[in-house]
């Protein structure tokens, strides 16, 4: 009998991960509290800036790195078989990336070396982008990106192309220590039945298992974006000590981000959106009279280290988690899928899952 299993959060980590059960023969079923794909408040996949790469790698640790590298090579195949099979284009764009000064050149060129990444030390004159710092800049011509909501679609549609149930308005209430998890309960009385559950709830994963004897690092992170339709747009995405602009295909620019620990409040604020339009504004000075098209948030599922948990849960046989991916959970999301299928059904990894593990 085809193994049941119950997914919880349908972001982009539960989609994949759903995904990845299907193709190895589970009869899968998401349950989310709102729309899957649509722009709800709070939810981190529609709202993020879809750039494949962990913004300043050389920064981050190994296992950070072994997910976002393994989670952006995989984008490229998986957008062409999403376009296929759903008719849905996620809007895959090698872009590029422009780094903008200050930034540790040294440490860059040595990452991009050992990671078979292509880098070149360029002029930022070059790319119709102002610099101030000496025109210096960093080039990584191969760094892609995603269009999150586009991907989203894509990803429902294929989902329910393949017989995924997806109950949407459905939310479940936190979970009681068990020994072994026969049935989850929503918050109106229904009791969910599965052989094995797995958690990608992302920011509000710590609340529905703090009556566990998981006791999750996770807690939300806002972030908001602007976006413009500037007359002529930027060729590449452009970073800039932690501030990036992502041109895409149609000529709409997005401008971001933050990173506000203000709990789970997703509302958009005036200070933030005249910060982000002065450092865009800095870089592109022909945005300082472009109207802004859309101010959003999204809250990431915040971690230390940007460290992720892909683990079974420490003590209830049948429940596994898949969250915390913070910054990069679009970039990790297809490795970091491929991982939690490996430890729920017994396979393999080349992945080493120990870095993650729930303790
Ligand atoms: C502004 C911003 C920019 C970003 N840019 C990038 C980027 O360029 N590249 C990158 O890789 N990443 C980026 N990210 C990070 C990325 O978006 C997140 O890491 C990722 O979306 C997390 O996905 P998730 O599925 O874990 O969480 P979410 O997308 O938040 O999904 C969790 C889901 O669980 C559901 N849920 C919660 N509780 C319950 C319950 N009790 N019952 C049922 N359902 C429940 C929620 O409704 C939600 O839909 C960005 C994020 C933001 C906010």
């Keep these: 009998m085809r193994k049941k299993v119950l997914i919880v959060g ?3 980590v539960g989609c994949m991960t759903a995904m ?57 195949q998986l ?39 292509p880098i070149q030390k360029v002029k930022a004159a070059a790319f119709g982008v102002y610099s101030s710092n000496g025109e210096d800049a960093l080039w990584l011509p191969t760094v892609c990106q995603i269009r999150p909501p586009y991907l989203m679609q894509a990803m429902r549609k294929w989902l329910a192309q393949n017989n995924v149930t997806m109950l949407e308005h459905t939310e479940l209430i936190p979970l009681q220590q068990t020994a072994s998890l026969k049935e989850w309960a929503t918050v109106n009385g229904e009791k969910l039945t599965a052989d094995q559950f797995v958690v990608t709830s992302g920011a509000w994963s710590f609340e529905l298992l703090k009556d566990t004897t998981a006791k999750l690092n996770i807690k939300p992170m806002r972030g908001q974006i602007l976006l413009y339709k500037p007359q002529k747009n930027l060729e590449q995405i452009v970073y800039k000590e932690g501030f990036y602009m992502i041109p895409r295909r149609d000529g709409y620019l997005l401008a971001g981000s933050t990173l506000e620990d203000v709990g789970f409040d997703a509302t958009v ?10 450092k865009a504004v800095a870089i592109m000075p022909e945005l300082k009279n472009q109207p802004i098209i859309k101010h959003w948030s999204g809250l990431r599922p915040g971690t230390p280290e940007n460290l992720p948990t892909i683990s079974a849960h420490p003590t209830i046989e049948n429940l596994y988690l898949n969250t915390g991916h913070f910054r990069y959970g679009l970039t990790m999301a297809p490795a970091s899928a491929e991982l939690v299928a490996n430890l729920m059904l017994g396979q393999m990894s080349t992945i080493d899952a120990t870095p993650y593990k729930c303790v």
């Design 10 to 12: 349908g972001g982009i």
């Design 20 to 76: 990845e059960l299907v193709k190895r023969g589970c009869n899968v079923t998401i349950v989310e509290r709102n729309q899957i794909a649509s722009q709800n408040s709070g939810e981190s996949s529609w709202a993020g800036g879809g750039i494949l790469l962990p913004l300043v790698p050389w920064m981050y640790s190994e296992q950070v790195n072994a997910l976002t590298n393994n989670g952006a090579d995989a984008y490229r």
């Design 79 to 117: 957008c062409q078989q999403l376009l296929q099979e759903t008719g849905i284009d996620a809007h895959f764009e090698q872009s590029g990336f422009l780094i903008l000064p200050n930034f540790d050149g040294e440490a860059a060129q040595t990452w991009c070396a050992n990671n078979q990444m």
């Design 269 to 278: 604020t005036e200070a933030v959106l005249d910060e982000i339009s002065a």
